[in-house]
């Protein structure tokens, strides 16, 4: 059983950083892509980045500049450092992976159970 589990969320002040943090264990083969996703309340979950096992980055428009996502394969872990953080930024984030189970003969994706975010005064 493949389970994703983040940490690192909590309450900041704009202007702030924070560093989350996801962790995958199991049965597991291969990591293909992970990503940070979140939801803001009474809205749809978004993209916020996605690492691929080399290292390709993508970022939403509204985090390029303040946000940087990486990984550590060897630790099967995906990092979001999150910089110069706005109230707009107030969300659940949510880590994901595209990845390959041993024995399996496909890929499947995973999410974790998400960590809050909160950006205030």
């Known amino acids: 059983q493949v389970q994703l589990v983040e940490s690192g969320g909590g309450l900041v002040q704009p202007g702030g950083s924070l560093r989350l943090s996801c962790t995958a264990s199991?049965?597991?083969?291969?990591?293909?892509?992970m990503g940070w996703y979140r939801q803001a309340p009474g809205k749809q979950r978004k993209l916020v980045a996605l690492i691929t096992y080399v290292g390709n980055t993508n970022y939403a428009d509204s985090v390029k500049g303040r946000f940087a996502i990486s990984r550590a394969n060897a630790k099967n872990t995906v990092y979001l450092q999150m910089n110069n953080l706005k109230p707009e930024d107030t969300a659940v984030y949510y880590c994901?992976?595209?990845?390959?189970?041993?024995?399996?003969?496909?890929?499947?994706?995973?999410w974790g159970q998400g960590t809050q975010v909160r950006v205030s005064s």
């Open positions: 199991g049965s597991i083969f291969r990591i293909n892509t």
């Open positions: 994901n992976a595209d990845l390959r189970e041993v024995a399996a003969y496909g890929d499947d994706n995973y």
